[in-house]
């Protein structure tokens, strides 16, 4: 393709994700995975003009994460140059990630993996990378020191500078069910409702669902219906953001009552509008609703 045709339209966007080995790379690479990233590890320095093509091609590939490290080898020396010439063409950003010596080491002591450099010992492998890397470390920028990161606050900086100011970093599902047919085994929080005013025992509501007016109703003409949703709300308001801090990607919020079908179905699309309100937008689902009664 020619340079001409590769800048036509919208430029789509390439992170090289670089540096020593166990730095985290890996962890960075699947950071901007999550963040939408179409992510490449270990892809061949000479096919990386051909993905960029590609790319371009592909409506649905705009921005794409390359993980190359030590394992290219010789082919490594051409890189540089590569990049160079690329940035020209695309919009590039080259993350070198870096730590201390003594802290690589450790990482590798409790991975228990050898050094992909193969070196007589660890150290004099982490030496030798260095001397091989440092022309491509001259491209960083970022160049990020990972010796006092948390793999938490490594992803916390991607998101941060790749993942925009807007999106949501927490897929969250609310869910419906009844402890007659067992409790979800995927739920992270698990809330018994069995404790508010059953419809069921009334005749004119036992065939209805949670989903319905006359339902809410009932179960809004008691105050502790009131008070426990405003407490979820609160709870949950305390708990979403501190799971974001420490990585969490998904969040599944359980509530269950006897069948699944009246209770536990309205405080869920309660809880899902809550949420809403507060600024975590989320999906809601009723497990046992369709079953029978």
Known sequence: MSQSRLLAGVRPE?????????????????????????????????????????????????????????????????????????????RCTLIFLEADDAVIQRRFSETRRPHPVGGTSVSDSILDERKRLAPIRALGDPIIDTTNLTVHQLRKMMEEKFGGKTEQKIAISVISFGYRNGVPTDADLVLDVRFLPNPNYIASLRKKTGKHAEIKSFMRGYPQTEEFLRRIQDLLSYLIPHYMTEGKRYLTIAFGCTGGHHRSVMIAGEVKARLSKIGFQARVSHRDIEKEY
Do not use: C, M, W
């Open 14 to 90: 390439i992170v090289v994700v670089t540096g020593l080995s166990g730095s985290g790379k890996g962890t960075v690479l699947r950071s901007l995975e999550d963040l939408g990233y179409y992510a490449v590890d270990n892809l061949p320095v000479d096919l990386i003009p051909k993905f960029a093509e590609l790319a371009h091609q592909a409506k649905g590939i705009q921005r794409a994460a390359l993980g190359v490290d030590i394992r290219e080898g010789a082919a490594l020396a051409q890189f540089p140059k590569l990049f160079r010439k690329l940035g020209k063409q695309i």
